[in-house]
């Protein structure tokens, strides 16, 4: 089966750092490009990132470009935000989406399945 | 405000059909696959039409998707209180180099 997993979420005081995970099984997560998605509470989706499996290409929306780092480690199957100077407007959940298909492009809105998501409060 | 335009309601009644709408530009609609995601009340989005008109595996054919120009739409027929939900449409801007979201489109099944 396959299954994403979110964690690192919490509240932060704004100005603060999080680091968001996902773990990954159930697929060859080396073979497919992986995304974060958010949702403010009450609001829409938002894209924040994407990182192609080599990790050759990524990128960004540009309300977090130069703030979030995208990574990943294909040897631990797992998908990292590193968020850094955060703002109120960060506040969200947090989804760890992948891929459709393991040979869509990178620049694609083809997500599925969806991690459960990890709340992110940036609060004083 | 969202780049794809997506009215923020709708509803029918059981059995019947209905559509709704997501219209965007050339730079993103215009010339990229269109996705459409559905999502249940306290739970995690869900692709629901892929490539424009494509349905994965699991989802009834009483979902279907269409694409014209800059313009595209989720249509549900013989509709189900199951199907109450929020539809977001989306896909990847060029101009932006982002996804792009509409706003989400909440069906009421009355």
């Known amino acids: 089966e396959v299954q994403l997993v979110e964690s690192g979420g919490g509240l932060v005081k704004p100005g603060g750092s999080l680091r968001l995970s996902c773990a990954a099984s159930?697929?060859?997560?080396?073979?497919?490009?992986m995304n974060w998605v958010r949702q403010a509470p009450g609001k829409g989706l938002e894209w924040v990132s994407v990182l192609s499996g080599s990790s050759s290409y990524m990128y960004y929306a540009d309300s977090v470009r130069g703030r979030f780092i995208i990574s990943r480690d294909n040897a631990k199957n797992s998908l990292y935000l590193q968020m850094n100077s955060l703002r109120a407007e960060d506040t969200a959940v947090y989804y760890c989406?992948?891929?459709?298909?393991?040979?869509?492009?990178?620049?694609?809105?083809?997500?599925?399945?969806w991690g459960q998501g990890t709340l992110v409060t940036v609060s004083s | 405000q969202s780049v794809l335009t997506q009215p923020p309601s709708a509803s029918g009644t059981p059995g019947q059909r209905v559509t709704i709408s997501c219209s965007g530009s050339s730079s993103n609609i215009g010339s990229n696959y269109v996705y459409w995601y559905q999502q249940l009340p306290g739970t995690a989005p869900k692709l629901l039409i892929y490539k424009n008109n494509q349905r994965p595996s699991g989802v009834p054919d009483r979902f279907s998707g269409s694409k014209s120009g800059t313009s595209t739409s989720l249509a549900i027929s013989g509709l189900r209180s199951e199907d109450e939900a929020d539809y977001y449409c989306?896909?990847?801007?060029?101009?932006?180099?982002?996804?792009?979201f509409g706003g989400g489109t909440k069906l009421t099944v009355l």
């Open positions: 989406a992948r891929a459709h298909s393991d040979t869509q492009p990178v620049q694609t809105g083809g997500f599925d399945p």
């Open positions: 989306a896909a990847w801007d060029d101009s932006l180099s982002s996804v792009v």
């Open positions: 159930g697929f060859t997560f080396s073979a497919y490009t």
